[in-house]
């Protein structure tokens, strides 16, 4: 079935680094999320997009967080600077939009900041 | 805010028992919430399971079923006789109608199928 690409799965930086973690949502999607789930507790709601803006954010979107999807490429999401709690993992999703509505998760990516 | 209780892994089932993972929900700010149940098996991602939209419709994917029943706020997953490929992670979701919306997670839990 359709896939989501997240790319690497384990990432390591050092706190006060600038990371960018990358997804390569499924082809013709047209919505984008992520989310973060620390380990131990619930995976949680950080941002959606839509045709190049931002949709809804969560508290825990920070202001440090940016994201982004230049030209229909990657759907990133950047952190700068990081911090000690940013240390989770990150899972990207897509949905088709009009038509279909079911989510489609990539595998995530482990953040640590050390 | 809106949220979900479910139970909590580690769940251990002997092959072909019946499984009941249970899931309540609290529902603030959406009128009338879509339920949904993920799955995570070994190596894979997050992937849907099955989904409700109407309260009182049953939602049934390879032999699980799950009820939305608004008197009880629940959705509970149900399965007669599990088999040993169903063992991962469950979560339990809510959401509100509509495209590109967020979901709302459970902790999550994690079934194992003994043979």
């Known amino acids: 079935g359709p896939k989501v690409l997240q790319i690497p799965s384990h990432q390591i930086i050092d706190m006060g680094q600038m990371v960018t973690l990358n997804c390569d949502p499924v082809?013709?999607?047209?919505?984008f999320y992520w989310y973060k789930q620390i380990l131990g507790q619930q995976m949680e709601f950080l941002v959606n997009?839509?045709?190049?803006?931002?949709?809804?954010k969560s508290k825990l979107f920070k202001d440090q967080f940016s994201v982004e999807r230049p030209d229909g490429s990657y759907f990133t999401l950047k952190i700068q600077p990081t911090a000690l709690e940013d240390s989770a993992v990150y899972f990207c999703?897509?949905?088709?939009?009009?038509?279909?509505?079911?989510?489609?998760f990539g595998k995530g990516t482990r953040l640590t900041v050390v | 805010g809106d949220s979900v209780t479910q139970t909590e892994g580690p769940v251990t089932v002997s092959e072909s028992e019946s499984l009941i993972i249970n899931c309540t929900y609290s529902?603030?700010?959406?009128?009338?919430?879509?339920l949904f149940w993920y799955v995570r098996y070994p190596g894979e991602g997050l992937q849907l399971l099955l989904k409700?939209?109407?309260?009182?419709q049953k939602g049934s994917s390879r032999g699980f079923e799950a009820t939305y029943n608004k008197e009880t706020t629940s959705f509970h997953l149900q399965k007669a006789s599990v088999q040993e490929s169903d063992s991962a992670v469950y979560y339990c979701?809510?959401?509100?109608?509509?495209?590109?919306?967020?979901?709302?997670f459970g902790k999550g839990a994690k079934l194992t199928v003994s043979p």
């Open positions: 999703a897509s949905s088709p939009g009009q038509g279909g509505t079911e989510v489609f």
């Open positions: 082809s013709n999607h047209l919505y």
């Open positions: 997009f839509y045709n190049g803006k931002v949709m809804e």
């Open positions: 529902a603030t700010s959406i009128a009338y919430p879509n």
């Open positions: 409700v939209i109407t309260a009182g």
């Open positions: 979701a809510l959401g509100p109608q509509g495209t590109g919306s967020k979901l709302s």
